[in-house]
């Protein structure tokens, strides 16, 4: 049982280049995320989704495209990427009242090194 | 506007003794609290939560306490041992299924 799996674990890329980030998961899990992780700010939400097909704003999700076609499968895409999206990205996922009603427990990755040059 | 803040970004701890971590929030519609922990170059791992109607949740060494009127909440680890050392999350969930962190706190347990 992998979890969820991140890929790929680091990347380096140019100002300006795009890039996709994979996020899998195999719990048959409803909810999926994309965090950021940076340097005094905590984990901040980029997008999200509850459910096949859809996706929603989290709290920072300027710069950033996401798509949710397969239920296991959640893309974070940066199409024009800058040195402020350097960071490190964390996708979780959880099924609605995990831990409890209302609860909602989330199962991260490892994480995704980014650095935009 | 940070609505879930943990206003220590460290703490040191010698171990045997108690770790206190603490957590400030805005909304009062959280329904649950949730702590998780964090190594580094690992992902955040689940630690421990609390519903909004409660006040204590205990957990072998981790209790969680939620003092609603402060809006604040802390999880407590007694005793702390050198394995307790990572950075702790605070997170609320918000009804629809977002959850919002807090900027954490790097806990130290020296021996």
């Known amino acids: 049982n992998a979890g969820v799996t991140q890929t790929p674990k680091f990347r380096v890329l140019k100002t300006g280049q795009s890039m996709t980030l994979l996020c899998a998961q195999d719990m048959n899990h409803e909810y999926m995320y994309w965090y950021r992780q940076d340097p005094g700010m905590g984990l901040r939400l980029i997008h999200y989704s509850v459910g096949e097909g859809t996706t929603a704003k989290g709290e920072v999700p300027d710069g950033y495209n996401v798509s949710r076609l397969k239920k296991q499968n959640f893309l974070l895409g940066l199409e024009s990427a800058a040195p402020s999206q350097t960071s490190v990205y964390f996708c979780a996922s959880s099924y609605p009242g995990q831990g409890g009603p209302g609860a909602n427990v989330l199962t991260f990755g490892a994480g995704s090194r980014l650095t935009v040059l | 506007d940070q609505q879930v803040k943990q206003n220590s970004p460290s703490l040191s701890v010698q171990e045997g003794r108690i770790s206190i971590l603490n957590c400030d929030y805005t909304n009062s519609m959280f329904d649950y609290f949730l702590w998780y922990k964090k190594y580094p170059a690992e992902g955040p791992t689940f630690l421990i939560s609390?519903?909004?109607?409660?006040d204590k949740n205990e957990d072998g060494r981790f209790t969680v306490f939620l003092n609603k009127s402060a809006k604040h909440l802390s999880l407590h680890i007694v005793p702390s041992q050198p394995g307790d050392s990572a950075v702790y999350f605070c997170a609320a969930t918000v009804t629809g299924g977002k959850l919002i962190f807090g900027q954490g706190t790097e806990l130290s347990v020296k021996p």
């Open positions: 609390i519903s909004s109607i409660k």
